[in-house]
């Protein structure tokens, strides 16, 4: 019985067990997923290496973007051993990071050439270059440069004024064209400019050692000049004649120290003023000429002055004129020191003032109706060379008129009129009339 009960007791247990494996699923449980390690290699940490400020070693040194002065902009170079060049074509607000004045107002020295180009209507200051010991140019615009006070060539080519003050160069080089330079700041043409230059050789510089401090001193001081001449020459970049101004876009010219210009065309200059105290010879020709004045030459060995519209010339220290005086036109002039010449030829003028020329050479020609005031006895003949005798003088006048005709008339002390046929009229001290009749006494 117990073996029958046991035997059921496991057949439900099947029916139950198969029951419930029908009613319900087998559960699965997966594998666990497996992270793989990374494939890539974490960096080690490095150090960033140092930034390397900007640095001026020596040698050249070429600024023609914002970049480039980007660079330089935080250097205080006084001294550039080489070549400086600016090429200025941007805009800027003074004092700004893209203003080349931060940089180069500090500039004193350079060894080299200087080549400035601005091509946009902005002054660049150079206020503390003292020396260049190559070429300066300067193009386009005008800049800051006063204190300059050498450089071996200076070459301005800009609209407007040329100013050099007392520098020493061996030669200074300007554009004179009545038209602008095309690297200039403007496209229209340029107006009537003024031109003062003051110059002296190189090779007169006595104290080399010099800064913006004691440049005044210096600058004030005139070398002397040595027995044989040296000067500064002179050319117009836009002419082909050097030592030359041919030009109708001045007007007025200033030379000083020992600037050399033989000669000078223009129907536009007004005011000529030369104040060097040695120069070799000059000819001047100019319609529009009205004003000339050469206080401090003592020696020339020509001078030829055309200029009809010409009011007044004074030469205060002229006294010796090697080989010949022209005057042609001129109107009024003023020998107040001139003790000799050579030869002295007046084409055209109303009066020339002789007081100290202790006489005039054969061959010296006045024309007619020209007053002449002279200690000098027996002073040139109208028409003809001095000395010929085709007219009267007088040793104890001051004043005397040639006529035509042979007549002539002192002024002071007494004048004396002498008409055609021989007439004479004396009007201050006593009257001669025509035919030898007497006046009145005196």
């Not at 997966?30 to 020596?58: H, L, M, R």
Request: hydrophobic share 30%.
């Amino acid at each position: 019985m117990k073996t029958i009960n046991t035997f059921l007791s496991i057949i439900v247990l099947s029916v139950i067990l198969s029951s419930c494996s029908k009613d319900e699923d087998v559960i699965t449980i997966p594998p666990a997923v497996v992270i793989p390690p990374p494939s890539f290699t974490i960096p080690p940490v490095t150090t960033p290496e140092p930034i390397t400020p900007p640095s001026y070693d020596g040698g050249d040194i070429s600024i023609s973007s914002i970049e480039d002065l980007d660079y330089y902009r935080e250097i205080n170079v006084q001294n550039i051993t080489g070549n400086f060049e600016l090429n200025l074509d941007w805009t800027y607000v003074d004092n700004s990071t893209s203003d080349p004045s931060v940089f180069t107002k500090n500039i004193e020295t350079v060894t080299g050439d200087v080549t400035i180009n601005v091509s946009v209507n902005e002054e660049v200051s150079l206020e503390n270059l003292v020396r260049v010991d190559g070429v300066y140019t300067v193009t386009g615009n005008d800049v800051s440069d006063e204190s300059l006070l050498y450089a071996k060539t200076i070459e301005l080519d800009y609209p407007g004024d040329y100013e050099i003050k007392a520098v020493y160069t061996d030669e200074v080089r300007l554009n004179l064209g009545d038209d602008q330079t095309s690297k200039s700041a403007s496209s229209s043409k340029i107006g009537l400019r003024n031109v003062d230059v003051h110059a002296y050789h190189t090779s007169l510089l006595a104290d080399t050692g010099f800064t913006p401090a004691n440049l005044p001193s210096i600058r004030t001081i005139a070398p002397p000049m040595p027995v044989t001449a040296i000067y500064p020459s002179f050319v117009q970049t836009d002419h082909t004649d050097s030592s030359q101004i041919v030009s109708n876009n001045i007007s007025s010219i200033t030379f000083s120290g020992h600037v050399v210009c033989e000669k000078i065309v223009s129907t536009s200059l007004t005011t000529l003023i030369v104040n060097n105290s040695h120069k070799s010879s000059l000819e001047v020709i100019s319609s529009s000429l009205t004003t000339f004045e050469m206080p401090n030459v003592t020696e020339l060995n020509s001078l030829s002055i055309t200029a009809p519209s010409l009011q007044s010339f004074v030469a205060t220290s002229l006294i010796k004129v090697i080989t010949k005086i022209t005057l042609s036109g001129v109107l009024s002039v003023e020998f107040s020191s001139l003790t000799t010449v050579d030869s002295f030829e007046v084409i055209s003028g109303s009066n020339i003032k002789l007081p100290k020329l202790a006489a005039l050479p054969t061959g010296t020609i006045f024309p007619t109706n020209l007053t002449v005031v002279s200690s000098v006895a027996g002073i040139a003949q109208s028409g003809a060379s001095a000395g010929s005798g085709s007219s009267g003088s007088s040793s104890t006048s001051d004043s005397t008129t040639h006529n035509s005709g042979g007549s002539t008339t002192h002024n002071s002390g007494g004048s004396t009129t002498h008409d055609s046929g021989g007439s004479s009229t004396h009007d201050s001290g006593g009257s001669h009339n025509s035919g030898g009749s007497g006046g009145s006494g005196g």
